[in-house]
């Protein structure tokens, strides 16, 4: 059972275009909501991440929109460029207790020149 | 340099060779945890740590073991591995009680034969 859905699995855009990946979760309890890049050989780092108290937050050219009621948050990634191109992870996880970070199952992103 | 180090990097053995992947981290942090990830499934928990001497099972701990006798050393243990347990493993830690995210590892990928 995953607790974090994300699509699309995989994404070609093209150099200055805006690339968009959406996650749904299920699990109420979760009150932080990560995004992580992943680079080849290289571990998961954090990119930007956002609390359910506000609905939008952005970070240069990367941007998240968290809809509480409807339990989805979006990575818009504006202007992109060919060094974008990586496997980017939503999670989400509890402040409290285990705090494990339950994430989606990966987005390949391909940013053409 | 803040770092959360692995070792092996990559590792082929057979059926039932018991192996450990170590996992160091100098940033004194109190939490550290242990992901597998594989293709279509993101990472997924398989033990955490709060603190030394005190463990406790992720989502997937079937046929691992950890320890976490100094502060700084959070090993994973496979003391009879399979096949099922081919993936790339990715070690993190973060401090308890703040909001910083978590730090990975570069990943240690096992093929077990």
């Known amino acids: 059972q995953q607790q974090v859905k994300q699509s699309p699995q995989s994404l070609i855009v093209q150099k200055g275009g805006i690339s968009i990946i959406n996650c749904a979760y299920e699990n109420t309890a979760f009150d932080y909501f990560p995004w992580y890049q992943q680079f080849p050989g290289k571990g998961p780092a954090l990119l930007i991440a956002i609390r359910p108290d506000v609905s939008e937050k952005k970070e240069g050219r990367f941007t998240i929109s968290f809809n509480k009621s409807a339990k989805q948050f979006s990575l818009h990634i504006m202007d992109s460029q060919p060094g974008d191109s990586a496997t980017y992870f939503c999670?989400?996880?509890?402040?409290?207790?285990?705090?494990?970070?339950?994430f989606g199952s990966g987005t390949r992103l391909q940013v053409q020149p | 340099e803040a770092q959360v180090t692995q070792n092996p990097r990559y590792l082929i053995t057979v059926t039932g060779k018991k192996l450990t992947v170590t996992c160091s981290q100098n940033?004194?942090?109190?939490?550290m945890s242990w992901y597998r990830q594989d293709p279509g499934l993101g990472l997924r928990q398989i033990y955490y740590?709060?603190?030394?001497?005190?463990?406790d099972k992720g989502d997937v701990p079937e046929g691992y073991k950890v320890s976490r006798k100094e502060k700084r050393n959070f090993p994973l243990i496979l003391e009879s591995p399979s096949p099922n347990q081919t993936s790339l493993y990715f070690c993190?830690?973060?401090?308890?009680?703040?909001?910083?995210?978590?730090?990975f590892g570069d990943g240690t990928r096992l093929s077990i034969l």
């Open positions: 993190a830690s973060r401090e308890l009680n703040s909001n910083q995210p978590q730090h």
């Open positions: 940033m004194n942090h109190e939490y």
């Open positions: 999670a989400a996880s509890r402040s409290t207790g285990r705090r494990a970070l339950t």
């Open positions: 740590s709060m603190n030394v001497e005190v463990t």
